[in-house]
Structures are given as structure tokens and as C-alpha cells.
């Protein structure tokens, strides 16, 4: 088993937790209100733009061959546009708990080594490729395909699975670590996911 597919395995309850949440629901169904929408894309429009700083404080930590290998980046805007947002959005400021989860990803890179900083953006760079897996296809003439389909694309995936090999490739003996490190790794990975399925509660909400 390598390190990712260990980590998937111990998310598990959390990433069921937000295939069930309403957001995520309402997405895979067709059934979301104008509030929500605009709500939830003011939010992760805020979050993409900061969580592409993110990323490249990150890739700096990495080495030369695995930047050198990353996939060309995409452009989330054409997922926030599936959501067909009315103008309100631009008015809504970010909440509390979009600001601390993404203090939470500052922190763990800044203060920890490469894997540390990957364990902290990984969480949302696979689930919303797992979100789109899960769901894409079930609901027939689903206004919000074009978000499902965004997240299945092949350019998607490629940036999943890239993150995927660069923590595999980082800690290739990760039976080995310290049960200290491990649970560090373990605890920075977990606390962003934890962020993610609140980040959809609250979108729900609205």
C-alpha cells in the first residue's frame, strides 16, 4: 500500500460525510437554491485564488524533477461558472471558516518540510476529483454537469494523480516513520479535510 492509498483509507468516514452533505447532494442532483450557489462560489473563489499562493510555496519545497513534472494548471473559473452564480456572489465576503482553513494550510506549510505542506492541499485537490467521480453521470440532464465534468476531466485527474505520486514519492517507506511523524502527516492531512466538509455545511446553510 502506498502512502496515498494509506491516507485515502483513513479518510474514508469523512469523505462519505461529504458525499452525503446537502451541498454536495444538491450538486449531483440538480437541486441547489440561488442562494447557495452564490454563497458557495463567493467562498471558493476566495479560497482557489489563495490556494493557488498556497501551491506555489508548496511546489518551491519540492524537487526539481517533480516540479518539472507537474501538469499545466486549470482554470477553476470554468467550475464556478457551472454553478451559474448571480451577481450577489460579489458581494459576499469570506467566512471564518474559509479563512481559518486555509490559515490552517499556511501554517502546515511554512512550518513543516515539502510532504507536510502536500498532506495540507491534498485533501481538496482530491476530493473534489473523487466529489466529481462519484456523482458524475447519476442524475440525467443535470443542470451542474459542466462542475461534475471540470473535476473528471483529464486535465483534473492528471493534477490529482501528480499529487498523488509526489507524496508517494516523498515518503516511499512510510511504515517506517516515527508513530510522531506519522501522526503529524497524519493530523495535518485529516484537520484539512475536516475543513473541506465544513466548507460544504456551511454552503449548505445558505
Not at 447557495?36 to 485564488?49: E, K, L
Not at 512510510?174 to 455545511?201: C, G, I, M, P
Amino acid at each position: 500500500m502506498t502512502f496515498h492509498e494509506f491516507l485515502l483509507q483513513q479518510s474514508t468516514s469523512i469523505r462519505n460525510d461529504i458525499y452525503h452533505s446537502s451541498f454536495v447532494q444538491g450538486i449531483g442532483s440538480d437541486n441547489l437554491s440561488q442562494t447557495q450557489r452564490d454563497y458557495y462560489v463567493a467562498q471558493d473563489t476566495y479560497y482557489t485564488d489563495y490556494f493557488g499562493k498556497l501551491f506555489d510555496l508548496t511546489t518551491e519545497k519540492l524537487t526539481p524533477l517533480q516540479q518539472a513534472s507537474k501538469p499545466v494548471s486549470t482554470d477553476e473559473q470554468t467550475a464556478h461558472d457551472a454553478l451559474l452564480a448571480s451577481q450577489a456572489m460579489l458581494n459576499i465576503p469570506p467566512d471564518q471558516h474559509n479563512l481559518a482553513y486555509l490559515e490552517h494550510m499556511e501554517k502546515a506549510i511554512m512550518q513543516g518540510d515539502a510532504t507536510n505542506a502536500m498532506l495540507a492541499l491534498l485533501p481538496c485537490t482530491e476530493s473534489y476529483h473523487l466529489i466529481g467521480t462519484h456523482f458524475i453521470n447519476k442524475f440525467p440532464n443535470n443542470t451542474y454537469e459542466p462542475w461534475l465534468a471540470y473535476y473528471t476531466s483529464p486535465d483534473y485527474k492528471a493534477f490529482t494523480q501528480w499529487s498523488w505520486q509526489v507524496v508517494d514519492q516523498q515518503v516511499p517507506d512510510w511504515q517506517k516513520l516515527s508513530f510522531e511523524t506519522q501522526q503529524a502527516y497524519l493530523s495535518t492531512y485529516l484537520t484539512s479535510y475536516q475543513y473541506e466538509l465544513t466548507f460544504w455545511d456551511q454552503a449548505a446553510r445558505h
